[in-house]
C-alpha cells in the first residue's frame, strides 16, 4: 500500500464510513471533481495522472474537454464505455435500442439484476456510479431507422458541451455495431459530418475481431471497399437459422475493446501511433494490420465529396508539414554549441570527474536494490558461475573434437 | 432481438419481475444451473455453447471441471476473474491481502461503493452475483509470508473438488501480481507441485504488457532468467520515492487480462494455440512473441529437479508422438479409395451433372441475399463499374507513356 499522511488516511476512512449516507452529488464533489495527481489512495486520478510525469501523455487532464459517441452497447461498446468513464472522459454520448438479457451474461458489463432494463439505461446506472464526473447522454433508439438517423445526427452535432469546437459537436465516434446495416449508418452520418471515427467488430465465432480508423477523406470509407454479399430488405439476424446464434467470448470482445479504446486515448491525446487497420485473430495470437486509401469510385457521395477537399486542401497541409519542420530544425539549431566553431559539438570533461565516476560504481544502484546476477566486471571472479562454466566447457570440448579431426 | 416462444419469453418475464425476492439459491437453480445450449434469450449459456456448434470447442461444456488460481486481485486479476466467471468456470481461487481503494477506480471492475473491503471479499461479492453456479473460493493473505504461502500450497494440492484430478488441485495458476517477489513464490510454488501456471505483468509507464506461459521443466521457469536488479529485503513498492506511483490504464490491463483468459480457455479447452510469450506494445500495437528452454543452471533447484523428469521422460513423450501419429495414419488409410488399384484416387463425375451445378448458378445466394459487386461472370457486362474502368485508363495510360519513351 502507498504511504499516506495520516491526515489523507483519516479523510479517506471517513469517506469510507460516511459513503453510504452521501448523496450522490456530494460523493462526486468530494471524490471525484478534482483531477488532481496527488498520489493518494483516495485519488481516482494518480495513476492517469502518472501517465503525464512519466512522458507518455504531454496533457492528461485535455481528456476532460473530449465527448466520444458509442454506438452499440454490446460486448464491445458497453466495455468500451467503460474503459472511457475510468479514465475521466469529458462526455459520452452512448447509443442503442435493445434490451438486457441473460443471454448476454456471458460478456463483461451487464449484471443479472439488469436484466429487462434498455441498455442504455443500464449502462448510464453502472457508468455514473463508476465516475459521476462523466458527462452520460443516452439515446435509446434505432440508428438504422429514418427518426433514430435524425436525432443521431443532431446529437452529433450539439456543440453545448464545448461550443468553441470545430466541425461537429464530438472528438470521435466508436461504432461497436454487429450488423452491416448499422455499419453502413454509422459511415453515412461520419462521411456526412466529415467525422472521424473508429470501426470494431468481431468474428461470429468469437474468435477474431478488428477495429479500424476512418478519416473521410483520408482513409478508405465502409463503403469504399463493401463486403461481396450483404443482406436486403431483411433483418440480417431473422436471416440465421432459427435457434441459432453467433458465439462471443468476453475476452475476444474485452481485447477488441481495449485496443479500440487504447488507439482513442492515443488519437485524441495525441501519443503513440494510431493504428489505421489492427485485426485480432486469437486462436494464433496474430494481429496484422494494413492500411486502406479512399476509393476514388465509391459508391458513397459524401465520401467523394471528402475525397474532393482533401485532395483540394494538399497543399494547404504540405506547408503546415513543411512549417512544422522548419519550426523543430530552428529549435535544434537554438541549443548552442559550447564553441562558436565547434562543428562536431565537442565538449572537454575533467578527467578526474570522469574517473570517480568510472568502473563499476557508475552502475551503483539506490539503496535497497541488490544485484541479481554479478556485473560484467566481477564476472571472471565468479568461475563457478553457471553459465560462465558453460561455455568454457562448450569451447575446450570443442578444441578436443577439432585435435581429434587433426590427428585422423 | 432473437425469437422466442412465448412460453420461454413468459418465464423469462416471470423471472425478471420475481428476481428481487428470489434467495441467491434459487436465481442459481432457476437461471443458471443448466449449461444449456438453447438459443433462448433467458439463457446465458448459449453464445458460449455456439463455439461448440461453430467448430471451434469439442466440448464446451467441459469448462465446469476445471478449476483456475488466480493470484492478485488487482488490474488484471480482477478482469481475470470477471472473464472466467462469465465462461462458466468450474470453480475459481483468489489471492490478495490488499484493500479496494479509490485509486483502483481508474482500472476495471472494482467499483466505488466497495473501497474499503479486501479485494477478495469485492470479488467474491460481484462474482457470485454474476455467475452462481462458479465454485468461489477467496484467501486474504500474502502468499510471500510463511504462514501465507503455507496456506497457498495447501490450497492448491487441495482436490475435493475434482478428486479424480492428477497432480494437484487445480488446472492452472494465473499469476497477476505487480512485484518480482511474490512472482518469485508464485514460481516456486508452482515448481515444487509441477503445476502450469501463466504470467502476466504491466509496464510501470501503463502502456505495455505480457503473458507467459510457464511448463515446469519444459519451458524457463521464472528464475530462470531472472531480472539484472531487484529489491533486496525491503518492500519493492517502498523504493519508488515517495508520492510518486506507477502509473496504469483500463485500456492496457483489459487487453492483457483477455490474452490471458483467452489463452487460458484454448489451454484448458484444447483449441488453437496457446502462446509461450506474447507481448503488448501498446505505442505501436506491436504484439512481440518468444519462447525460452529452461536454463540448466537455474537457481531454482525444484525448476532443475523438473528438467530432469522433462528429459527422462522424452522416450515416453516420442512413443506417445509416435502412436498418435499412427493412429491418425491408420484413420486417414480406412478412407477405403473407389477403386482398390486407384494410386491417385481418381473418381468419375457424370458430366451432365457438373454441368448442372456449374457456372453461377453454383454461387446462388440463400434468399434475402443479394451480391454487393456483380459476380465475375457478370464483370465484362459491367463495362462502366469503377474499379475496372481504372485498370483499364491506368494500362492504356501507361502505354502511351511507353509509346512516347519508344518514340524518343
Known sequence: MLQLTSCNRMLTIL???????LLDDQKSRFLFHDMSAEVVDSNPYSRLMALQRMGIVENYERIREFSVAIVGIGGVGSVAAEMLTRCGIGRLLLYDYDKVELANMNRLFFRPEQVGMTKTDAAVQTLSDINPDVVLESYTLNITTVQGFETFMSSLKNKTFRPSKEGSGVDLVLSCVDNYEARMVVNQACNELNQTWMESGVSEDAVSGHIQLLIPGETACFACAP???????????????????????????????????????????????????????????????????????????????????????????????????????????????LHVDNEWNISVVDDSEQENTGGTSSDALPEGLTRELPSADEFPKHSTY?????????????????DALNAD
Open 15 to 21: 469517506l469510507i464510513l460516511l459513503s453510504p449516507y
Open 227 to 337: 463486403p461481396l454479399v450483404v443482406a436486403s430488405g431483411v433483418d440480417e439476424r431473422t436471416l440465421k437459422r432459427e435457434g441459432v446464434c453467433a458465439a462471443s467470448l468476453p475476452t475476444t470482445m474485452g481485447v477488441v475493446a481495449g485496443l479500440l479504446v487504447q488507439n482513442t486515448l492515443k488519437f485524441l491525446l495525441k501519443f503513440g501511433y494510431v493504428s489505421p487497420y489492427l485485426g485480432y485473430s486469437s486462436l494464433k495470437d496474430y494481429f496484422p494490420t494494413m492500411a486502406m486509401k479512399p476509393n476514388p469510385q465509391c459508391s458513397n457521395a459524401a465520401c467523394l465529396q471528402r475525397q474532393k477537399e482533401y485532395i483540394l486542401a494538399k497543399p494547404a497541409r504540405d506547408a503546415a508539414a513543411n512549417a512544422k519542420m522548419e519550426a523543430e530544425a530552428s529549435a535544434a539549431a537554438a541549443d548552442v554549441p
Open 386 to 402: 553457471g553459465a560462465t562454466d558453460t561455455a568454457v566447457d562448450d569451447l575446450e570440448d570443442l578444441r578436443r573434437q577439432l
